[in-house]
């Protein structure tokens, strides 16, 4: 039982290559989430999904597509990287939305330069 | 928009010290959770609290959930080396089912 895992680990990109941060858990949860986090300001919401087959716009949107491949895999696409996208992005899932424990995967460090 | 206020944002104690870590917002929250993360790792689930006026204990954690569930702390009693790390407040908000962040507290514990 690994969890939630994410790949890569580490991405270094150039500004306005495009890449997809993979995100996959085996317990059987619902809902996905994708947030960022930079220093000082904790945990933002990228993108969410409620269940398989919906995906929600989160707080910080902007310059990133999701799929929710099927109920296992949620990915994060950045079309054309910019340098404010350099950031930590975590994964998480829960069994059910409201109030459950969010289960984080170990994070992807990406640098934009 | 709803905002989570948590303080201080950095806090560099001595083992054996106590304490206290805050979490404010104007919003009601219909429950409160916190987390912490260890460096390279993502965040742990702590505690859910849910009840105004609730109060949960975790070993030498104690969580409390304001009365008015806009507002939360965490009090550790004689901090250790290994209580170092990021602690995460996060409320939960009637719309939609998803958490909102506070900025963190970067606990330093020196022995």
């Known amino acids: 039982n690994a969890g939630v895992t994410q790949t890569p680990k580490f991405q270094v990109l150039k500004t306005g290559q495009s890449m997809t941060l993979q995100c996959a858990q085996d317990?059987?949860?619902?809902?996905m989430y994708w947030y960022r986090q930079d220093p000082g300001m904790g945990l933002r919401l990228i993108y969410y999904?409620?269940?398989?087959?919906?995906?929600d716009k989160g707080e910080v949107p902007n310059g990133y597509n999701v799929s929710r491949l099927n109920k296992r895999e949620f990915s994060l696409r950045l079309e054309s990287a910019a340098p404010s996208q350099t950031s930590v992005y975590f994964c998480?899932?829960?069994?059910?939305?409201?109030?459950?424990?969010?289960?984080f995967g170990p994070g992807t460090r990406l640098t934009v330069l | 928009t709803q905002l989570l206020e948590q303080s201080p944002q950095f806090l560099s104690i001595q083992e054996g010290e106590n304490l206290t870590v805050y979490c404010n917002s104007s919003?009601?929250?219909?429950?409160l959770q916190w987390y912490r993360q260890e460096p390279g790792e993502g965040p742990v689930l702590l505690v859910t609290?849910?009840?105004?006026?609730e109060v949960k204990k975790l070993k030498r954690l104690t969580f409390q959930f304001g009365d008015a569930r806009k507002d939360s702390s965490l009090h550790i009693t004689a901090a250790q080396p290994g209580d170092t790390g990021l602690y995460l407040c996060?409320?939960?908000?009637?719309?939609?089912?998803?958490?909102?962040f506070g900025q963190g507290t970067e606990l330093s514990v020196k022995p």
């Open positions: 998480a899932s829960t069994e059910e939305p409201r109030g459950d424990t969010q289960y």
């Open positions: 317990m059987n949860h619902n809902s």
């Open positions: 999904s409620a269940s398989e087959g919906t995906t």
């Open positions: 919003s009601v929250f219909s429950s």
């Open positions: 609290v849910v009840t105004g006026g």
């Open positions: 996060a409320g939960l908000y009637n719309q939609g089912g998803k958490l909102i």
